[in-house]
């Protein structure tokens, strides 16, 4: 689905360029357990895709060949590929640091029960999706009970040691804005998030990521169909701030995605806008063995002002504080 592609092809976007690649953000495949308003995979329990094992070799195989540092691993819900524990543990091997993007509630479903377990010995970063510190906000945006299943994830992770100052097992969680709006500032609302989560629930967490939500696929449509694109893509640009340019995330991440091909980041994925240097070819994740993408022109379009609007917002959070 690209029912915002139309506009946001009209809308120009600064020009930019790779540097050094050091992170590979890999999509392992669209099935998740939840289908999230906000989610910009438009991921759900009857998608199939999923990335195969010679794929997985092949990410292991970039990972050691390029001395990438980082792996950033996102779905879907990644835990549900069935080459996820493989991967993690090869690549943890190598001294790669992995970060898992997990939606809380996998924690529970059947098959992974010793799912927190594993990362928590496999030292995996998780960055968990957390919309907001109320129930009903929460429910409303990714479905009827998950904020009761979040809580006990939560609390089950910080008896592994997860969030917990010392142990080195860092929990970020996520939070996006309910609708067609800005986050609000990172440090306040984790301050908030910690305050909230701590007196009632007794949770621990590292730190809080805001992100924008990007106009495209489910969220992209739904502001379609209530006509508040150009509303919310007219919002983006006027909070379009020059100094984030220097930290968007496509500068130094590749996203791959479950075939194995590669986009300038995760939200080109989803608009099928491939990395590559002529218009209708693809380049595959295997190129990487033998080609330095650094210097190279980024893909960019209207929706990057998700990137660059207020504070910024990047897979890794805000990138600077929010302007006065």
Same mark, same amino acid.
């Given at each position: ?23 590979? +953000? ?34 292991? +195989? ?154 495209? +696929?489910? @969220? ?46 995760? @939200? ?57």
């Amino acid at each position: 689905m690209r029912d915002s592609w139309p506009l946001l092809e009209k809308i120009p976007f600064p020009a930019l360029q790779r540097r050094r690649l050091d992170t590979l +953000q890999v999509n392992l495949g669209y099935r998740c357990n939840q289908s999230c308003v906000h989610c910009h995979v438009n991921a759900g329990p009857n998608r199939t895709e999923e990335m195969d094992g010679d794929t997985v070799d092949l990410v292991l +195989q970039v990972l050691d060949r390029r001395h990438v540092g980082k792996l950033d691993l996102t779905g879907g819900a990644p835990e549900l590929n069935p080459h996820f524990r493989r991967l993690v543990r090869a690549a943890r091997d190598m001294g790669v640091h992995v970060t898992d993007r997990c939606n809380l509630t996998i924690l529970e479903v059947e098959g992974h029960e010793d799912l927190a377990q594993f990362l928590a010995d496999q030292q995996v970063e998780i960055v968990a999706s957390m919309p907001c510190y109320l129930e009903d906000n929460v429910d409303r945006q990714r479905g009827k009970g998950v904020f009761e299943t979040s809580i006990r994830s939560l609390k089950a992770l910080n008896e592994l040691g997860y969030g917990i100052e010392g142990t080195g097992l860092a929990l970020s969680l996520v939070y996006n804005p309910q609708g067609p709006s800005l986050p609000p500032n990172q440090i306040a609302l984790e301050a908030d998030y910690k305050r909230m989560l701590g007196e009632r629930y007794g949770i621990s967490f590292t730190q809080l990521y805001t992100l924008a939500n990007m106009p495209i +696929q489910r @969220f992209g449509a739904v502001l379609a169909t209530h006509n508040q694109l150009e509303d919310y893509m007219a919002l983006l640009q006027h909070a379009h701030r020059d100094e984030n340019l220097d930290g968007v995330m496509c500068r130094n991440t590749i996203s791959v995605d479950y075939r194995g091909y590669l986009y300038d980041c995760d @939200f080109n994925q989803m608009l099928d806008l491939p990395l590559s240097s002529l218009p209708g070819e693809r380049t595959h994740l295997s190129a990487l063995l033998h080609t330095d993408l650094a210097g190279t022109s980024i893909k960019v379009a209207g929706h990057c002002f998700g990137c660059t609007a207020g504070q910024g917002s990047s897979c890794g959070g805000a990138l600077k504080e929010a302007a006065e």
